[in-house]
């Protein structure tokens, strides 16, 4: 117990995300708060750990007036495509970063009920779990079509497959390697089970382990999961069982009056539902709050609600099926409205193409401002910087208000946007974005953007943002050349400036662009930004545009392989290539072309030895192919391939697997 009011030392964790999740997040904490008992005032988190999910500004006041402390911190940028891997990486930030002698980690689409005593673990416990609900993904032994998974898994991991002990799933009553709801987990916080949860999970997903080798349909509490996403499904509940039993042998499985499975009610064994169903302490419905009362059997006579919580909860639905209903007469209403161009803003790490691309999407029609307002060039920018300087001198003062400057961004508190002390720039900024409401089309550049979008899409909502990426490597290499330090420093720069930049643009107002592409076909990529970002312009604009193209200016290059090196930090490397699986098909033409001669120096024998790569560095190698494979076939934009690019997606990626072989077999043979 802590001294203040008597209150257990336990934190309770969730996710939340724009959208359904969102309305489902802020129920869960509500349901805390009113009938979690003696555990009504602990410290509830919430974070959003997805780059482009973030919350709405009605979401963060509900938040600020429940006592949830919401963070915004990118995590997840290894698995964007599974939602689980939100509560696996949150789960390991909030055990290091709040220690608590109690964590409850939740699904968001649960509630409390009761008071949930059983999580107060008692002295010879470590983790309060319940069994998985169905069989599902778990094995059942050799023969199982599910069992060389587990033993990959195990593999992957460093765990004894054979030293997994056997359970029984709730509903369907298989006999599975120890599997367990991943809904509601209940861990000591001291001996860092959450950390190596998120350690074999992140680990299993860039060796390409799947439970599923084919695309699946799943529904979740959050909707219908991407087809390719669901090759994942039940693998964070996988490496949960791991992580628990390579660390503790003290484990309790919960009664069934905790994380109820309420879309499985009517599978229950009859007994145990009729026995367990009226004193519920935890359920997990999923999306059964969307479905009207009589088809969700918590509003049943003999259910677990008392009449306040049947008011609260039918109050809560109501208002949920009202928005979707609103939500669809709005759809059909404006079908035929007129599409207004949203403005565009051009933002990225300093020194990655930003001057580039604003000088392409000017010369296509797009509205910077007048030309005496531009900053002028500069012999780091002879070609011109396309800086709007009313712009770039707000967002100036933006950051030296919180205590920084571009080169070291302050750290921002929640709804810093919406801060009093920046009122008066806030007014200057309306009257700046005013200046260009008789403009069609229109927008700015500045780098600084990626630290403070968040109070430019207070003023324009459906803000649309172009994400100028390029190698880090080089982006360090040109900051260096014009008197920047070079050190460490600039990766953890480069690190701040995307994870903030994605953590506020929503995934459809988002366009990611690579320096690379506008070297390599500059008319192609010029024609995609333009369409994608709404601009109307002809063929002869665009050749145009790309004329002004001047490849002599890059004098830093470098490889995504040199990306390998140890002083590159891991997730530089991961943000860098989850950028690049959505940087476009020109991009990913020359980023083939380059992954092929990453591997034919030690392809032939007749190549020197010292030229050979050492074969450390070739596995290396040969795994960033197939990670970076695995990203594009994943990414959002990799799932709308055709049949035709899928299957020459794979025969692309068995001819790299082959070569890298080929490679390993020559070196060895030099030795």
């Excluded at 200046?435 to 207070?458: A, E, I, M, V």
Aim: proline content about 6%.
């Amino acid at each position: 117990m802590s001294a203040e009011a008597n209150i257990p030392n336990v934190g309770f964790v969730a996710c939340i995300e724009g959208g359904v999740l969102e309305a489902q997040a802020l129920l869960l904490f509500e349901s805390i708060r009113h009938y979690a008992g003696r555990f009504r005032d602990c410290p509830i988190y919430s974070l959003s750990p997805r780059a482009g999910h973030g919350i709405s500004r009605s979401a963060r006041a509900k938040l600020d007036e429940l006592k949830v402390k919401h963070t915004d911190v990118i995590l997840n940028t290894e698995c964007r495509e599974y939602g689980s891997a939100n509560r696996v990486a949150a789960a390991a930030y909030i055990e290091e970063t709040y220690p608590h002698e109690i964590l409850v980690v939740l699904d968001s689409d649960t509630l409390f009920l009761r008071e949930p005593d059983k999580i107060l673990l008692p002295t010879d416990i470590d983790v309060a779990v319940r069994p998985v609900d169905l069989k599902g993904m778990c094995t059942n032994g050799p023969g199982d079509p599910f069992d060389r998974y587990w033993r990959d898994l195990c593999r992957c991991c460093g765990v004894d497959y054979e030293g997994i002990p056997w359970n029984e799933s709730f509903v369907d009553r298989r006999r599975i390697k120890a599997t367990y709801n991943g809904g509601l987990v209940v861990v000591r916080g001291e001996i860092g089970i959450l950390r190596r949860w998120a350690d074999f999970f992140f680990a299993s997903v860039r060796e390409g382990l799947t439970p599923y080798s084919t695309d699946r349909r799943f529904r979740s509490g959050a909707g219908w999961v991407d087809p390719a996403a669901g090759r994942l499904w039940g693998s964070n509940q996988a490496a949960l069982s791991l992580a628990i039993w390579s660390n503790t042998r003290r484990v309790q499985v919960l009664p069934p009056t905790y994380n109820y499975p309420l879309t499985l009610h009517d599978k229950i064994d009859a007994a145990t539902a009729k026995a367990v169903f009226p004193h519920l302490v935890h359920v997990h419905y999923h999306w059964l709050l969307d479905e009207k009362r009589d088809q969700n059997p918590l509003f049943d006579s003999a259910g677990p609600l008392s009449s306040r919580q049947h008011d609260w909860l039918g109050s809560a639905t109501a208002e949920r099926l009202r928005e979707q209903e609103t939500s669809v007469i709005a759809e059909v209403d404006n079908s035929d409205a007129v599409s207004v161009p949203a403005p565009i803003c051009i933002a990225g790490m300093h020194r990655s193409g930003t001057s580039l691309v604003a000088s392409l999407l000017h010369a296509c029609d797009l509205f910077l401002g007048p030309a005496e307002e531009f900053m002028q060039p500069s012999p780091d920018n002879p070609e011109g910087y396309w800086e709007n300087i009313r712009f770039v001198n707000l967002n100036d003062r933006l950051l030296t208000q919180f205590g920084g400057y571009w080169s070291k961004p302050p750290s921002l508190p929640a709804q810093w946007e919406f801060a009093p002390e920046i009122d008066s720039l806030f007014g200057e900024a309306e009257a700046l974005v005013g200046r260009f409401s008789d403009r069609k089309y229109w927008g700015w550049k500045d780098p600084r953007n990626s630290l403070t979008l968040p109070f430019w899409q207070r003023l324009i909502p459906n803000l649309q943002v172009v994400v100028c990426v390029r190698n880090p490597l080089e982006v360090s290499s040109s900051l260096f050349a014009r008197g920047d330090a070079k050190d460490s420093s600039q990766f953890s720069l480069w690190l701040a400036y995307y994870r903030r930049l994605l953590a506020a643009v929503p995934p459809k107002q988002l366009l990611v662009t690579h320096y690379q592409s506008f070297l390599h076909n500059a008319r192609a990529e010029v024609r995609r930004l333009s369409d994608g970002v709404g601009l109307q312009v002809t063929d002869e604009v665009v050749e145009q545009a790309c004329s002004q193209v001047v490849t002599g200016l890059r004098h830093h290059q470098a490889t995504t392989a040199q990306l390998l090196a140890p002083n590159v930090p891991a997730e530089v490397l991961h943000l860098y290539l989850n950028l690049c699986a959505e940087a476009g098909p020109v991009y990913r033409q020359i980023r083939e072309r380059e992954r092929s001669g990453e591997l034919e120096p030690a392809a032939f024998a007749v190549v020197p030895p010292a030229t050979i790569p050492n074969k450390r560095l070739l596995r290396k190698i040969e795994r960033l192919h197939q990670l970076e494979s695995e990203l594009r076939e994943h990414h959002a934009g990799g799932t709308l391939l055709t049949g035709t690019q899928k299957q020459s997606s794979r025969l692309f990626i068995r001819r790299t697997v082959r070569r890298a072989r080929k490679a390993l077999r020559a070196v060895k043979s030099r030795f």
